[in-house]
């Protein structure tokens, strides 16, 4: 695997993004997707090039009271596949021997981190998930697709090791969309 420089760092205190909220269309997108219905889906927070969901944004608290603590969830099935052929390809283990060995690059994980939980915490505040964002942050490196699906909600430059991981992944919009929507009638 190659390192990708470094995006420039975000500014301290982002503001989290205006979401549209997501339409009947795009919840089937995700239902397809997903090969199941969507739980707590708020939000589309980032379209893939070929115009359907591939992040949706959901709520901290479940409708059933369960905590969820993964903010933005990546759901496009290709873009999940490619971020699971790096894991498995170790790029998670080279990843986390950075982590330990860069001050700077802990910073920046670190911010990252910070990042998810403002911008979570923006929609609700859940008190069994205070303080714990996602993906291993921010002392280890766990889940590709939730650093992806945050480098894609939020830009470049928030999250280093999601930059990475867009960076390496194959184009997964490429070869069209990921599943087939009935037009709505």
């Known amino acids: ?5 470094p995006q420039e760092p975000a500014a301290d205190s982002v503001p989290p993004p205006e979401r549209q909220p997501a339409t009947e269309a795009d919840l089937a997108a995700v239902a397809a997707q997903l090969g199941r219905p969507p739980r707590g889906t708020r939000a589309v927070a980032h379209r893939c090039p070929c115009g359907l969901p591939d992040v949706v944004e959901t709520t ?12 933005f969830y990546l759901t496009c099935p290709r873009a999940t596949a490619a971020c699971s052929r790096l894991e498995s390809a170790g790029l998670m283990k080279e990843m986390a021997e950075r982590l330990a060995e860069d001050p700077e690059l802990a910073a920046r994980y670190r911010a990252a981190h910070e990042d998810y939980l403002t911008r979570r915490e923006a929609i609700g505040e859940v008190p069994e ?5 996602a993906g291993g942050m921010p002392g280890r490196v ?3 697709h939730v650093h992806l699906g945050h480098a894609l909600a939020a830009g470049p430059g928030v999250n280093p090791f999601g930059d990475e991981t867009l960076a390496l992944v194959e184009k997964w919009w490429a070869a069209g969309p990921c599943v087939d929507v009935p037009a709505a009638e």
């Open 1 to 5: 695997m190659s390192v990708v420089p």
């Open 142 to 144: 766990k889940c590709l």
């Open 60 to 71: 901290p608290r479940l409708a059933d009271g369960t905590p969820f603590p993964t903010l």
């Open 129 to 133: 998930i205070a303080g714990i964002s």
